[in-house]
């Protein structure tokens, strides 16, 4: 267990729905990441929030969004779904690297299904 | 731009055999990080092992063990004696170091799955 939780664990849904996925990062990390897996596309970055800050993007569509709460807990939208947003979508944190750790502790996933 | 490439999309091995997963990568930044991740059928993705850019020490914990070359760019894993339990994706990863706080973001290979058989 990373520590890293996530909810829900599945997600099915259909066409031009919106969803909202949440993840809590292990406690005392303050950078939350979020990861796109898909057969296609591989682990992509997302995005990356540090103490309710966004610090990093990648290949995240204008569709999604996220944001990180004063309690750092991390939520990822994503709106007007299609086919394609079909993925298995990770949470992940970290601590501060100038404590001299950097590796990602990531979450079970949450696999959504769009229909 | 970081890029690693895991060119072995597949390997199957009989169990009690040695694997080495391959692991090449390409970055501009002199002081970076590696990562090898597991990824189980369960599909969790399991930390096994960082390197800092400035150690070139190769490492061992327990059946596995990692060879690091910058001359090569490569951050190979290998796996003595391998179990069926060790059937997996596995995901060589790279990070930049940043002087600011918050981490960094990954950049994954496609990964190779292993698949141990009896």
Partial sequence: DSGVTQTPKHLITATGQRVTLRCSPRSGDLSVYWYQQSLDQGLQFLIQYYNGEERAKGNILERFSAQQFPDLHSELNLSSLELGDSALYFCASSALPGQGRNEQFFGPGTRLTVL | ?118
């Fill in chain 2, 1 to 118: 731009a970081q890029k690693v490439t895991q060119a072995q999309t597949e390997i199957s091995v009989v169990e009690k055999e040695d694997v080495t997963l391959d692991c090449v990568y390409e970055t501009r930044d002199t002081t970076y990080y590696l990562f090898w991740y597991k990824q189980p059928p369960s599909g969790e993705l399991v930390f096994l092992i960082r390197r800092n850019s400035f150690d070139e020490q190769n490492e061992i914990s327990g059946r596995y063990s990692w060879n690091f070359q910058k001359s090569t760019s490569s951050f190979n894993f290998t796996i003595t004696a391998s179990q069926v339990v060790d059937s997996a994706v596995y995901f060589c990863a790279l990070s930049e170091r940043k002087v600011t706080g918050g981490g960094n973001k990954l950049t994954f290979g496609t990964g190779t799955q292993l698949k141990v058989e009896l």
